[in-house]
Each structure stands twice: as C-alpha cells, then as structure tokens.
C-alpha cells in the first residue's frame, strides 16, 4: 500500500456515509529496532495548509481560533478506526460533534439556519 | 428508459455551460465580421465538449467520485490548492458575466439599467438553488431554455445559402484581418470549452447516483445535449450572419445583437432575445455558482447535495452564496457585462489545459475508470484536446491584446 | 504530538542527506506493508532532488519531469529501505550508512 496513492488525500467517510474531509495528513510512529506504524490519520485545513508553508498553517490557525466555533478543526483519527480502505477510507466514527464538522455545525446554526427563510 | 429522459442534465448543461453570454457574444460577433466562416470553429468546440464531458459522466459513474474528487486523490493537494485558485478567479468573473447577462436582458425588456438589476438577479438566482433541488434546476432551465430555438427559427427564416454554411464548416484561413479571426475563433472555444461545465456535469451524476449502468445514457446525453446547444450557438452565428455581416455592421453592444431576431421575427424577436439571453444566462449562472461550490466541497472533503436542504451541507450552500453575492456586487457597480464576458472567456481559455491534461491520466487509470477505460480514439481525444487547450492558453492573452 | 511521531504528508518531497550532507535524493513515496493489526513502512521511494522537481511535482501531483530521458538520468533511483533512513531530524532525512556499504 503506498501513502499518496492510497491515503493521503482521499475522502474520508463515517460510520453513515457522511463525509468528513480529506485525508491532510497521515502520523508514523518511530520506533526503536522496528519499523514506523501509521499512528494516525489527520484530517483539518490547519494540516493542509502546513503542507504549503508552516506560516500559512499559522495564519489559518490563528483565523479558525479567532472566529465562529473557534476550533481549527484538526480531526485526528487514530488508525484503529479505520475500517476500510478502498474507494474512500471508512472510519470507525459519528462526524457529528467531531472537530472535523465544527464549522460545519456552526455555520448550519449561526448562518444558514438564520438565513429568512430557510426550512430547518 | 428513463435514464435517457437525463438526457435533461444534458440539455441543462448545454444550456447554461454551452450558450451563455460569452458563446451568444461571441457566436454573433463571429457571423458579423466572417460571415459562416468560423461554423468550423464551432464544430470543433463541439466535439471537444462532447469528449470531455462525456468521460467526465463515465469517471463518476464507474469511479462514485467526482472529476474534483478525483483531481485532488490522484494529484494531491498540491495539485488541488495550485489548480483551484486560478480556477475560483476565474469562475467570479464568469459568474459575473453571466449575472450581467440576465440583468442587459432585464434592461432591453424594461429600460432600466443592468446595474440595477444586479441584485434582483443574484437573489433571484440564489434563491432558486437554496430552495430548490437539482433535479428542478435541471428540467427547469432546460425546458425554458427551449426559447433559445428562436435563434434556429430566426436563422432559418433568413434563409442562409446553403452551400456558404457548409463551407464555413470545414477550417479555412482568414480572407483578411487575420488577428481578429483568429482571435474569434479562441474566443469562441474559451467560451464553449468551459471548466464549470465538467465539473459541474460530473457532480451531476453523483447526485443523479449514476453506476455503470448509465454509461450508455451518459453518452447520448453527452452528445445529443451537447448537439443542442452547438445547433443553438450556430443559430446564433447564422443570424448575425445573415443580419449584421452584409451590412458590415460590427457587434459592440448587446443592444445590437438583439436586432438579429428583429429582422426575421419582428419585435417579438426582441422579447425572444431578451427571453433566450436571460435563461441561458440563468443557466449559466446556477451551473457556475454550483460548479465552484461543487468543487470547494469536493476539493476539501465536505458534505455536499442540492438535493436536501442547505442546512445538511452548510459550507457548500455558503460558497454558492457568497459567489453569487460578491459576484452581483460588479454588476451593481456598472462594470460593462460584454467587457467583462470577453475578458473571462481569455482567462477560461488560459486556465482550461489544466483541467483537460488530468483527463489523460484519469481516464486510463484502472483504479477510477476500471475497465471502462478510454480507447484509442478517446486517448487521441483528449490527448488532441489537450494540446489544442494549451495553444489556446498560450495566445489568448496575447490575441486580445493584439486585436480584441 | 510525541517526541517519537512525525508527519508522514511533511516527509514527502524532503531531501535526503548521504554521507557528507550531499543530497542524495527525495523522497517521493512510502511504501506500507501489514504486519498484524498494524500498517508499516516497508520502504521508501525516492526521485530526483532537483528544485525544478520540487515544484513541479508538488505542482502536479505526480513525478511527471523523471519520465523524461533526460531528467530520468539525473540520479539513480532506488527503494530505501525503512532502516537505511535516519529521521531523527524529520526535517532532514539522512541515510544510514548500509551495513553492506564499502567505503
């Protein structure tokens, strides 16, 4: 299994189906005497950006923490969740409530959902 | 059977992707100055289309992921983030031009300016997707678009020579003024090759929840939606053919292009024009606003549907919002919308090799396409379209310096 | 995040230091294997080291520019395997020497 082609950057889905963001980046393990493990799989705009430049990690960050749910919406998934690799990666996971879904939720809440008009 | 009757998604897509502003605009601008000479530019705009959007149909219904999706798994985020801000730019002014669109044919109707217009129309438009499903949006303009056959009728009405059209189907060198010919000719395929359309027509027959079964389909609704706005967009250029070119009369103003239609059809000819050029440019509107939101939500992995309500995919109705909002705002401000069609069709032309080139690694992958791979002519396709696409990026810029 | 994890989306496109700091390659791809529950390195992937790699291929998203013969012969590529590689600085990769390395 190689790590671009397979993981990184592909859509990652719950336990229902919803979608929950790509793939930004993937944690190995070291280990002493033993190969590195995948630790982790991380999805987030934070993670993404760093994959630019750290100061535009930074800028994000600053601008997720300042307004709305004030989360940065780093989801880190811990590589026991993951059930399937394939066409999408499933996780073990509800997205509701997760960070992932932060700014979702708030902007559904303070946004959408005080748009006149709008059936919720 | 009824797969077919999605020939709707074609039709649709033809309407607001094929002939919007920038193809009505350049269309007449093409039969004033040349006559039927540029027909084969058309044709050729045609084809690509129908290449393109019909492998776009085949990777989402075989691969269960988008043209974007796709863009962003195979090539990674660097490839997304490098790729998708041109892109949004790009998409704005376009969006723009299109809103202008609805909002001149508001001002032929009514006489009051386009400015004013601007926010009517971006409500207007905005509502019909947040109320709306895509389903609607589809047969909707679909059916209204049928208006644009005025276009037809007027053109056949005028009675063009035959054998002068055929002619001009085949590719022919420009008899004089050669900067505007050829710089017609990419306008024209900046205009028809559009990157919302793919993207927009591949989200499509996600939402449609299209399989492999639907190949089939795919490919008559490619062609045959496709073939209705060419045979639309060569109305267009026969009439001003017939109308402008004979008199030598150049297209400055969409005021003027109306006249096309006046002469054959008298003064209902004036509200048909104004009819066809605020639904296609309707269309195009919603499919523009769509296509980029589609592709934000795909690009970075967030829920998205137009078939439930904005509050399951809250940044995904958001983008289409704030697009349409920011993008009135322009028109409001008196930006002239032909100006602002002519400058968008160039930068399309300059961003489409990007969206074309992945197609070539995309279609003959296994893992997206499986065994529905592109054959020989689909390869030789895209591989042309490609390289034609990379022409075009290369001297746009310069075309329209030298003798826009 | 601990001392002993490191971002694996970072490690793509770093250079790799040889012996003397001379940069040997990029690291384009990690190759993965099961052992158990768990997925590990197995090895990996290199290509070639130049700045007009780097942005091209971050650019694309594929290692397009090797696959032309003149570019492909500007290094010789080969897997590393996931003990060759020396991460304690995650920022700069380093070679191990090879056991088996003469000289």
Known sequence: MNLTRDILDQQVVDRAGQRLGKVDGVILELRDGEPPRIAAIEVGPVTLARRIHPRLAAWVEWWLRRFGPRSDGTLRIPWSKVRAIGVDIRVDLVAEGTAARAWEEWLRDHVVRRIPGTPQ | ?404 | MSAREIRAELLLGRKVLGPGDRVDARIEEIVLEPRGEEYVVREYLSGPEGFLEEIFDFAVGVPLLRSIPFFGRRIRRRPIQWDWLDLSNPDAPRLHPHPDARG
Not at chain 2, 4 to 27: D, K, N, Q, R, W
Not at chain 2, 181 to 187: G, H, K, N, Q
Not at chain 2, 235 to 263: D, K, S
């Open chain 2, 1 to 404: 059977m009824r797969r077919y009757l999605e020939v709707a998604l074609g039709i649709f897509t033809s309407i607001g992707g094929f002939l919007e502003v920038g193809a009505i605009a350049t269309a007449a601008q093409a039969g004033a100055g040349f006559g039927f000479r540029l027909g084969w530019v058309l044709v050729l705009g045609t084809v690509c289309v129908i290449f393109l959007v019909e492998m776009s149909g085949r990777l989402s219904a075989v691969s269960k992921h988008t043209l974007q999706d796709a863009m962003r798994e195979r090539f990674g985020a660097g490839f997304f983030l490098v790729t998708t801000i041109p892109g949004l730019i790009v998409d704005w002014l376009v969006l723009a031009a299109e809103i202008g669109g609805v909002a001149l044919a508001l001002q032929l109707v009514t006489g009051i300016g386009y400015q004013w217009w601007a926010f009517p129309v971006a409500i207007g438009s905005w509502l019909f997707l947040w109320k709306g499903n895509l389903r609607l949006v589809e047969d909707g303009v679909a059916l209204l678009g049928l208006v644009a056959l005025a276009f037809v009728v007027a053109a056949v009405r005028l009675h063009p020579p035959v054998h002068a059209v055929v002619a001009g189907l085949l590719p022919s060198l420009p008899p004089a003024e050669g900067t505007t010919y050829w710089f017609l000719a990419v306008s024209i395929l900046g205009a028809l090759i559009s990157p919302y359309l793919f993207f927009f027509y591949s989200s499509g027959a996600i939402e449609g929840q299209w399989d492999e079964n639907h190949i089939g389909s795919n490919r008559f609704t490619a062609i045959v939606g496709m073939s209705f706005g060419a045979v639309l967009a060569f109305g267009v250029m026969l009439a001003a053919a017939m109308v402008f070119h004979p008199r030598g009369i150049q297209v400055e103003r969409y005021e003027q292009v109306a006249l096309m239609l006046v002469e054959p059809l008298g003064r209902p000819g004036l509200y048909l024009f104004a009819a066809a050029l605020a639904v296609t440019c309707f269309g195009a509107t919603l499919e523009v606003a769509l296509g980029r939101a589609y592709v934000f939500a795909q690009g970075f992995g967030w829920n998205y549907t137009l078939n439930s309500l904005p509050t399951n995919s809250a940044r995904f109705s958001l983008v289409y919002t704030v697009m349409i909002g920011s993008a009135a705002v322009l028109i409001a401000l008196g930006v002239d919308p032909l100006a602002l069609t002519v400058f968008s069709m160039a930068l399309t032309a300059v961003t489409l090799p990007l969206v074309t080139l992945p197609f070539i690694v995309l279609m003959n992958d296994p893992a997206y396409v499986g065994e529905y791979r592109n054959g020989w002519i689909g390869n030789a396709a895209v591989v042309g379209i490609s390289l034609l696409a990379s022409l075009i990026a290369l001297v746009a810029i310069p075309l329209q310096l030298m003798g826009g």
